[in-house]
């Protein structure tokens, strides 16, 4: 028996790299104003995971998925000894092969993924021009990308409780070497051709670069935000005079049609405050209003409030379901309090509603005074 050296100082640094990328990625997710970094790392994990599969087909031993146990003999074996007396493999056992195999898939499907709900749902990166086609498809995208995520979480715990059982029943040796690179057994060194050393380099450096690049350039067409701000007042100036005197300037996007209407044919009385205008005034903005309305909206906010509307007979924002849902973890003396004073002060938390724009990384809840 001898000390092999079987990971390679790219591949261990490749491993820590993925740790703290999945780490970061998973707890941010919970955070809607992060979103922008879930999107900078998850890009940064995607070029990992692709060097890590031309890395496979490079002839690196030990590291090469020809390498790989995929045996299922195998893998029932490994397992059904996993407390007992099991064989050591210098490389990857059966039971990290298709590990691995798996977290590299799953890892990956759940990077391309989240491109397309970036792109089809929030109309952000590279792939935001799909908002204008496939916006009627983001539930069914976020549920695709959530479960790649969770399946991929799954296997990363079972690959995490592998090597602690291991490392507990066995004493092995696995845990240490994706530390130091070492093993002791009974075959020869892993060595690095120049050419897979010069790889090895990339593999690390352009990951970090991506992620340092996408944070120094947010308009960086990977994660570039499309959604333009609109001005209102050269769209339309009565409405952008007029609705803006007593309250925050609504989107229209954020009401259907008939919502619209409703309101402005009872603008006498309008959440008890006359809010009338004489007809012609009157038509004009309600005319702009219903041709801009939810239901001929492409975005996120307009879409999940008309779903979560249905048949029901709504005027307020802040009375659909969608709204109240999201706003639901936010504590209700909190919209009380000086610094908002309304859950209709929209713009209290969403600096630029005002310009058409509710995006994720700009929500904002003030000081409560
Ligand atoms: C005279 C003042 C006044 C004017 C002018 C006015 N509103 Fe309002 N509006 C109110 C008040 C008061 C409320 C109640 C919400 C609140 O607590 O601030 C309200 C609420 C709303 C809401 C519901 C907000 C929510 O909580 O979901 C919408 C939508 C709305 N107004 C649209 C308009 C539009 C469109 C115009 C322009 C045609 C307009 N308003 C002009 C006073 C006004
Ligand atoms: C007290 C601050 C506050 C006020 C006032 C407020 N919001 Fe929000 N809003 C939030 C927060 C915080 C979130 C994110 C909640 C979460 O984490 O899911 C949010 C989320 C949203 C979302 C979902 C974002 C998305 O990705 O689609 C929409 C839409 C939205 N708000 C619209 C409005 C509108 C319209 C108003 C005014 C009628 C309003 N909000 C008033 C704080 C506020």
Redesign the pocket.
């Known amino acids: 028996m001898t000390k092999v050296y079987v990971w390679s100082l790219f591949t261990r640094l490749f491993h820590i790299l993925l740790i703290v990328g999945i780490g970061a990625t998973f707890i941010i997710a919970e955070v809607?104003d992060l979103l922008h970094y879930h999107a900078i790392i998850g890009y940064m994990l995607g070029s990992l995971l692709i060097f890590r599969v031309i890395w496979g087909f490079m002839d690196v031993k030990f590291s090469n998925f020809r390498d790989f146990n995929f045996s299922i003999i195998d893998l029932i074996d490994y397992l059904s000894t996993l407390f007992g007396n099991k064989k050591e493999y210098i490389g990857h056992n059966p039971a990290s092969s298709w590990a691995i195999a798996a977290m590299i898939g799953l890892g990956l499907a759940s990077v391309i993924s989240g491109v397309v709900v970036y792109g089809t749902q929030e109309g952000m990166g590279i792939l935001s021009f799909l908002n204008s086609s496939l916006f009627k498809e983001m539930n069914f995208f976020e549920d695709l990308h959530e479960f790649f995520a969770n399946a991929f979480m799954v296997v990363i715990f079972m690959h995490i409780a592998g090597v602690l059982i291991d490392r507990v029943f066995h004493k092995s040796q696995a845990l240490n070497s994706i530390i130091n690179g070492y093993k002791t057994g009974n075959t020869t060194s892993l060595k690095l051709t120049i050419f897979q050393k010069i790889f090895g380099v990339v593999w690390i450096i352009l990951p970090i670069f991506i992620f340092a690049y996408l944070l120094l350039h947010p308009s960086n067409i990977l994660i570039a935000d499309a959604n333009k701000p609109v001005n209102y007042k050269v769209e339309h100036e009565l409405f952008a005079k007029e609705c803006i005197s007593c309250h925050?300037l609504?989107p229209p996007y954020?009401l259907p049609k008939e919502s619209w209407v409703k309101m402005m044919d009872n603008l006498e009385n309008h959440f008890g405050d006359d809010a009338s205008l004489d007809e012609a005034d009157k038509n004009s903005i309600q005319e702009y209003l219903v041709k801009n309305a939810a239901d001929s909206s492409t975005k996120?906010?307009a879409f999940?409030i008309l779903n979560s509307i249905k048949d029901k007979d709504v005027i307020e924002?802040?009375k659909t379901p969608y709204?109240e849902q999201?706003?639901s973890?936010?504590d209700e003396a909190?919209?009380k309090n000086k610094a908002?004073a309304s859950?209709?002060?929209?713009k209290?938390?969403?600096k630029n509603?005002e310009q058409g724009l509710?995006n994720?990384k700009d929500?904002k809840?003030p000081k409560l005074t």
């Open positions: 809607e925050t609504y954020l996120e906010a999940k924002i802040t709204w999201r706003h973890s936010i909190a919209f908002i859950k209709s002060n929209c209290a938390c969403h509603i509710l994720d929500i809840i």
